[in-house]
């Protein structure tokens, strides 16, 4: 089984900690970094582009327009989901160009099927 490489970017440590905790246990994900803010993310992804990116959808002061704007631009065959609490972001993470949107507030078990599920494993 290939093995798809995930960053986490996530403004929250419990929530990057957490996210990184479920999927390190879990076969064909593998975590191959992470950061707390956008343009953190930007300037690692850009170096390394990893297959996918769990995009923190509640990044504080951040114009998401333009961050996926340079991201498609920098890193084109990296997927990027969008995750929230708030389940009125999935809408606005479409429309500025997102590939899935998954609550942070699924059960682990349910997160990890819909992650699979959009990667089709």
Same mark, same amino acid.
């Given at each position: 089984?290939?093995?798809?490489?995930?960053?986490?970017?996530?403004?929250?440590?419990?929530?990057?900690?957490?996210?990184?905790?479920?999927?390190?246990? @879990?076969?064909?994900?593998?975590?191959?970094?992470?950061?707390?803010?956008?343009?953190?993310?930007?300037?690692?992804?850009?170096?390394?582009?990893?297959?996918?990116?769990?995009?923190?959808?509640?990044?504080?002061?951040?114009?998401? @327009?333009?961050?996926? !704007?340079?991201?498609?631009? !920098?890193?084109?065959?990296?997927?990027?989901?969008?995750?929230?609490?708030?389940?009125? !972001?999935?809408?606005?993470?479409?429309?500025?160009?997102?590939?899935?949107?998954?609550?942070? @507030?699924?059960?682990?078990? @349910?997160?990890?099927?819909?992650?699979?599920?959009?990667?089709?494993?």
């Amino acid at each position: 089984m290939t093995e798809i490489s995930i960053f986490l970017a996530e403004g929250e440590t419990h929530v990057r900690n957490a996210m990184r905790l479920m999927l390190d246990y @879990q076969d064909g994900f593998v975590i191959i970094g992470s950061a707390n803010t956008a343009e953190s993310t930007l300037a690692q992804v850009c170096q390394n582009p990893p297959d996918a990116i769990l995009l923190d959808w509640d990044f504080p002061r951040v114009n998401y @327009q333009r961050l996926i !704007h340079t991201l498609r631009e !920098h890193c084109p065959q990296t997927r990027l989901v969008a995750t929230s609490v708030k389940p009125e !972001h999935e809408l606005a993470a479409h429309q500025v160009g997102t590939d899935v949107f998954i609550s942070k @507030q699924l059960p682990p078990d @349910q997160f990890l099927a819909a992650l699979r599920k959009f990667f089709g494993m």
